[in-house]
């Protein structure tokens, strides 16, 4: 029996603040997630990804470099992050309480005078 030569087609995003590339990539149906993402030629294209500190995934999902694709999979390379999801939010916080205490205050000034 002869040797088939079967390939899949997937995608290969990254996405910074300022640009988004979605790239369709022919591979073998046996390809893994860090071969399609060499490649897709988008490794080149953003010297500042490395593949053994940057993680990937596949529709949203954290996965291993080695994981093996299928037909019209979407592999995600995920960025490092610049803060602190939970400061963010603790600090967003902070600023809508004093926010809210300014106003409260200002209402109680205006009342004052009226």
């Known amino acids: 029996m002869a040797e088939t030569n079967n390939h899949i087609t997937v995608e290969v995003s990254y996405g910074m603040p300022n640009e988004q590339v979605i790239l369709s990539v022919d591979v073998p149906d046996d390809c893994i997630v860090e071969e399609a993402i060499k490649r897709s030629g988008i490794l080149e294209r953003f010297p500042q990804i490395d593949l053994t500190t940057d993680k990937a995934g596949i529709f949203g999902k954290i996965c291993k470099f080695d994981a093996v694709l299928r037909n019209k999979d979407r592999i995600e390379i995920y960025r490092k992050l610049i803060a602190d999801p939970k ?27 009226a």
């Open 87 to 113: 400061e963010s939010r603790r600090q967003q916080a902070e600023m809508q309480k004093k926010k809210a205490e300014a106003e409260k205050s200002a209402e109680k000034t205006e009342a004052k005078e």
